[in-house]
């Protein structure tokens, strides 16, 4: 399989329900960030994992929290939505270090009303 | 101040012209990128360079490492050019080489 793919595409959530969005990555790449990118702003990091351990965090709060799983896909999951959610969620996946490019997927729009 | 600066934030020019969009960083890193995001949402990887130059079809991206310096090139622009543009290190002081963004540049090239 080639590609990032990201479901859903569109999610609409009322405030304090909770969230989770999926990504599918390329096989081989052990490696996937989230980020969320706020309307007109540049996306910001989440978190990131390799090979299911996280290995970096963002300034995001404890309700935001992820998991990948051995077949290279992963999720976000956002606990007690709040308005200020409302975002594009993005995820980038690599199948190594710093010498590989990354490889995004279209993005989830989370809208909470 | 962010560690990654684009300019300018928006940019309008006429079809054929030369497009120049900067990006400047104030950390170490191991590779610069280059991003191109259109109204839908989606990013695609247009360049990774850690050093000299890299040219793809119209497009053209820089590094100067000694400046902390990269740039981004559209020769013969085209309204389908049009989207925004980012730039994003990989400080070469996380473990993980997470992605530090620019704000972007909104492009928009008329017919």
């Known amino acids: 399989e080639t590609g990032v793919t990201q479901s859903p595409t569109h999610l609409i959530k009322t405030r304090g329900q909770q969230v989770t969005l999926r990504c599918s990555s390329q096989?081989?790449?052990?490696?996937v960030s989230w980020y969320q990118q706020a309307l007109g702003q540049g996306p910001q990091f989440i978190f990131q994992y390799y090979r299911e351990e996280e290995n970096g965090r963002g300034n995001f709060p404890p309700r935001f929290s992820g998991l990948q799983f051995p077949n290279y896909s992963s999720e976000l999951n956002v606990n007690a939505l709040e308005l200020d959610d409302s975002a594009l969620y993005l995820c980038?996946?690599?199948?190594?270090?710093?010498?590989?490019?990354?490889?995004f997927g279209s993005g989830t729009r989370l809208t909470v009303v | 101040k962010n560690e990654v600066e684009q300019s300018p934030q928006n940019l309008t020019a006429q079809e054929g012209e030369f497009i120049t969009i900067n990006c400047s960083y104030s950390v170490g890193i191991s590779a610069l990128h280059w991003l191109q995001q259109h109204p839908g949402g989606g990013i695609v990887s247009l360049f990774m360079l850690s050093s000299g130059k890299k040219k793809h079809g119209r497009l053209i991206a820089t590094i100067n490492i000694q400046e902390k310096h990269s740039s981004l090139h559209i020769t013969a622009s085209h309204p389908r050019d049009s989207a925004v543009y980012i730039c994003a290190a990989s400080p070469n002081n996380n473990a993980g080489n997470m992605l530090t963004f620019g704000g972007g540049t909104r492009l928009m090239v008329k017919p």
């Open positions: 096989s081989g790449h052990n490696t």
């Open positions: 980038a996946s690599r199948a190594g270090g710093a010498g590989y490019g990354y490889t």
